[in-house]
């Protein structure tokens, strides 16, 4: 499978401040998707993005694939407690199958 | 019905102990998989069922079992397991989405220990 670094680890934040979370591959990815897992919970598909350069957003939360398609970022603006959580971006493994990055676990102390 | 479920949740066995862990989904996905997820880390490939066949073994140990019984069913026989193998194990099933997209939607989860 394709390979994925995924930064920072973890990340504290205030409510209300601003989140990412960055994935990179040494090489091209032909798809990247995000998962959240909340704490005691599993992982829930957020997105898959697929184009060059393609920006995506779900309400507070935007995802974006980089124009040589070897990065990708999840940004959350204004977070809430609701968003606290581990960030998985996950790259092709193989047909159908998602490589996880490590997660970015996010606190966010109210 | 967009859910994938799982039993047990919780699964405590010691390493004589044979058990098997359920899934089932009525989603019509023709893929479903088995991951092992140790706390903190990313879920962890096992298994891949493709229309009821397994596709894919990562180099699971034997006293891991799988099996299909048909489309909506997976399960996943324990025999002699080792405490190292104490993890939450999802079960996961996907659907594609337009000509190259997939969408996976995974179970809660059984929490296994093994003692």
């Known amino acids: 499978g394709q390979q994925v670094m995924q930064i920072p680890q973890y990340q504290h934040v205030q409510e209300g401040e601003d989140f990412t979370t960055y994935c990179n591959s040494s090489?091209?990815?032909?798809?990247i998707q995000w998962y959240k897992q909340r704490p005691g919970g599993h992982p829930v598909f957020l997105i898959q993005l697929v184009k060059s350069g393609e920006v995506k957003k779900q309400k507070r939360l935007t995802f974006q694939f980089g124009e040589a398609k070897k990065n990708s970022s999840l940004h959350i603006t204004a977070t809430q407690t609701t968003d606290v959580g581990t960030y998985f971006c996950?790259?092709?493994?193989?047909?159908?199958?998602?490589?996880f990055g490590r997660g970015t676990s996010l606190i966010v102390h109210p | 019905d967009t859910e994938v479920t799982q039993t047990p949740k919780h699964l405590v066995m010691g390493m004589t102990n044979k058990k098997s862990l359920k899934c089932e989904q009525h989603m019509g996905h023709r893929a479903m998989y088995w991951y092992k997820q140790k706390a903190k880390k990313p879920p962890e490939l096992m298994f891949v069922?493709?229309?009821?066949?397994?596709?894919i073994n990562e180099s699971v140990p034997s006293r891991f079992s799988p099996e299909c019984p048909n489309s909506s069913l997976l399960n996943l026989h324990l025999h002699a397991l080792q405490p190292e193998d104490s993890a939450l194990y999802l079960c996961?099933?996907?659907?594609?989405?337009?000509?190259?997209?997939?969408?996976?939607?995974f179970g809660p989860g059984t929490r296994l220990t093994v003692t």
């Open positions: 090489t091209t990815l032909s798809n």
């Open positions: 996950a790259g092709p493994g193989g047909s159908y199958i998602p490589t």
């Open positions: 069922y493709s229309y009821e066949k397994l596709s």
């Open positions: 996961a099933s996907s659907r594609t989405i337009g000509t190259s997209g997939y969408e996976q939607y």
